[in-house]
């Protein structure tokens, strides 16, 4: 999969992200008693593409390349997915 600079097409505020945000606020401010969340947030990863004014906060050529292994077979047996 390659990366992107181009941002998505919609705004930051109908994300995935700010969706689960608002759900955990709202959940928390009618709390009434003890409480726990797990908000897991996977984006935006992938498809490795993030709405402005995000998408264009860091220029790539400031960003170090990930730590790869040698091999893409290496590379795979780290993880399932992979």
Do not use: C, K, Q
């Not at 498809?47 to 990930?66: G, I, N, R």
Request: glycine share 2%.
């Amino acid at each position: 999969m390659l990366a992107t600079r181009a941002p998505v097409a919609y705004s930051a505020e109908h994300t995935e992200a700010a969706f689960l945000t608002g759900a955990v606020l709202d959940h928390v401010d009618a709390a009434d008693e003890p409480w726990f969340v797990h908000a897991a947030y996977i984006r935006p990863h992938p498809p490795f593409v993030a709405p402005e004014p995000y998408a264009s906060m860091y220029d790539p050529a400031d960003v170090p390349d990930p730590v790869r292994a040698e091999t893409f077979e290496a590379e795979g047996a780290v993880h399932p997915v992979l």
